[in-house]
C-alpha cells in the first residue's frame, strides 16, 4: 500500500474522530464547548468528501455506489425508525411503565421511514449523521454525469465553475430547507469537494509547500472560524461563503499535512488512526445510536449526570463503538471463512 493511501486512512481516521467528538458534546477538558464545536463543525464533514474524491476516476460505478451509500442508508434508516426509536426507551419504560409511559406508534414511524427514504431531505433523514451517505451519493452521481457521460476532466476551470455556481446558489437559493430533496444543494457542495480533492491528489501539492506554511495557514484559518461563527453543511447553513470554502481547503490540507508527522513519530496513535479510518464508515453508522442510548442509561437508571461534560464517558462510549465495530469485523470475517470451507 502506497504512503499516499496510508495518509488518507489517517486523515480519515480523524475525521471520524472529530465527527464523534462534534455528535458527543463531549470535550474532555476544554471548557470553551462552543468554541471547540465551531471549530469543528467548520471543516470536519468537507474533510470527507475531498478525501473521497482523491480515487475518483472517469468511470464511476453506480453500482458500486449503491451498494457502498444507499443500501447502508436505508438499513440504518430502518434501524433508527423501527428499532432505535423503541430501544432507547426500553432503560425507563421497564423501570415504571406508569412513571414512564410510552406507546410504539409504527404508522407514525413508517410514515417517516417512508419520508426518509423517498424525499431524504436533511428534515425527513433520521438518525445522525446520515446525510451524508445521501449527499456523498448524490456528489457520486454528479460525477458520473459530468465526468463518465460528458467527458468532462477535472481542471482549475472546471472547478472555479462548480465554485461560482455554488456560490450564485447559496448566495440565492430561497427554498426552505424542506425541499432540499435528496440533498441536492449540498451535494453540489460535495461534488466542488470532490473536484478539489481529486486535483490536490493528482498534483501532489502536499510536497510542495512546508510545514511553516501550514501553520501560517492555520492561524489565519482560526481567526476566519471565529468570525465566520457555527455552519452546519448538513441544513446548508454556512454564514460566508467564501470563508467556509477558505477553512475547509485548509484545514484539509493542514491534517493531509500532519499526517506526515502522525506516519513518522507517532506509532501507536498511528495504529489507531489507520484503524479508525478504515473502518470510518462502520464507525460512522455505529457511534449515534451508542452516544444516544448509553447516556439515556446512565441517566434515567442511575441517576448519573453530566454524562456528555464527563471525560470518563467519552472514553467509555468510544470504546464501545470501537469494540462494537471491531466484533462486527471478526464476525463478518469469520461467516466469510465459513462461506469458502
Not at 404508522?107 to 419520508?115: A, I
Amino acid at each position: 500500500m502506497s504512503k499516499k493511501v496510508l495518509n488518507v486512512d489517517l486523515v480519515k481516521g480523524i475525521g471520524i474522530i472529530l465527527v464523534m467528538i462534534g455528535h458527543s458534546g463531549m470535550f474532555l477538558f476544554i471548557k470553551d464547548k462552543v468554541l471547540l464545536n465551531t471549530l469543528i463543525y467548520s471543516f470536519h464533514m468537507p474533510l470527507f468528501f475531498i478525501v473521497a474524491g482523491f480515487f475518483m476516476k472517469d468511470k464511476v460505478s453506480l453500482k458500486k455506489s449503491v451498494k457502498r451509500l444507499l443500501i447502508p442508508f436505508l438499513i440504518v434508516s430502518i434501524f433508527w425508525v423501527f428499532i432505535a426509536s423503541f430501544l432507547v426507551q426500553l432503560p425507563t419504560y421497564f423501570r415504571s411503565q406508569e412513571l414512564y409511559p410510552y406507546s410504539y406508534d409504527f404508522m407514525l414511524q413508517l410514515k417517516k421511514f417512508l419520508k426518509a427514504i423517498f424525499f431524504a431531505t436533511r428534515v425527513d433523514i433520521i438518525g445522525t449523521g446520515l446525510w451524508f451517505l445521501v449527499a456523498l451519493f448524490m456528489g457520486r452521481i454528479l460525477w458520473y454525469v459530468f465526468h463518465d457521460v460528458l467527458k468532462l476532466k477535472v481542471t482549475l476551470l472546471h472547478i472555479f465553475v462548480v465554485f461560482v455556481a455554488n456560490y450564485l446558489l447559496y448566495r440565492y437559493l430561497t427554498l426552505d430547507e424542506k425541499y432540499f430533496y435528496w440533498m441536492w444543494p449540498q451535494a453540489i457542495l460535495t461534488y466542488f469537494f470532490m473536484l478539489i480533492g481529486n486535483y490536490y491528489y493528482k498534483k501532489n501539492f502536499v510536497e510542495k509547500t512546508g510545514y511553516l506554511d501550514v501553520i501560517i495557514i492555520g492561524v489565519l484559518s482560526v481567526f476566519l472560524i471565529i468570525s465566520n461563527g457555527r455552519v452546519d453543511m448538513s441544513s446548508f447553513k454556512l454564514n460566508n461563503y467564501f470563508t467556509y470554502i477558505f477553512v475547509s481547503l485548509s484545514a484539509f490540507f493542514i491534517i493531509y499535512k500532519f499526517s506526515f508527522l502522525i506516519d513518522n513519530h507517532l506509532k501507536l496513535f498511528k495504529k489507531l488512526l489507520l484503524w479508525c479510518g478504515k473502518e470510518s464508515l462502520n464507525i460512522f453508522l455505529v457511534h449515534p445510536f451508542l452516544l444516544a442510548i448509553v447516556p439515556y442509561i446512565l441517566m434515567a437508571n442511575f441517576n448519573v449526570k453530566d454524562v456528555y461534560s464527563r471525560p470518563e464517558y467519552l472514553v467509555f462510549i468510544y470504546g464501545m463503538v470501537f469494540l462494537t465495530v471491531y466484533l462486527y469485523e471478526k464476525l463478518k470475517g469469520y461467516l466469510s471463512q465459513r462461506k469458502l470451507q
